[in-house]
């Protein structure tokens, strides 16, 4: 699985931001998929001690979500456009 995510991520990247920046954005999305993947098992295991259950930490990551789909509209509005100029 992670073979066939990391074959398809790096032409991804360079469709969406150019070549001149892809291993910048590489470089942070693989910083924050390491924190991302260090965080969540002590956040989990906190939301379970004091809840009893996982709704809590569902509802936390729906927001995060939303914030972060709201920043990537607002702050690059040209990355979802589609680009013919692939130089």
């Known amino acids: 699985f992670y073979g066939g995510f990391f074959f398809f991520f790096h032409p991804a990247l ?3 931001f150019t ?9 942070r999305a693989l910083i924050v998929w390491a924190f991302a993947g260090i965080s969540s098992s002590p956040l989990l295991t906190l939301c ?9 930490m ?16 607002k702050l ?12």
């Open 48 to 56: 379970i001690e004091l809840t009893g259950t996982y709704i809590p």
């Open 14 to 16: 360079a469709d969406m």
């Open 76 to 87: 690059n509005k040209g990355a979802f456009e589609y680009r013919t100029d692939l130089s």
């Open 58 to 73: 569902l509802y936390l990551y729906v927001i995060l979500m939303l914030v972060n789909v709201y920043l990537l509209t």
């Open 19 to 27: 070549a001149r920046y892809l291993s910048t954005i590489h470089g």
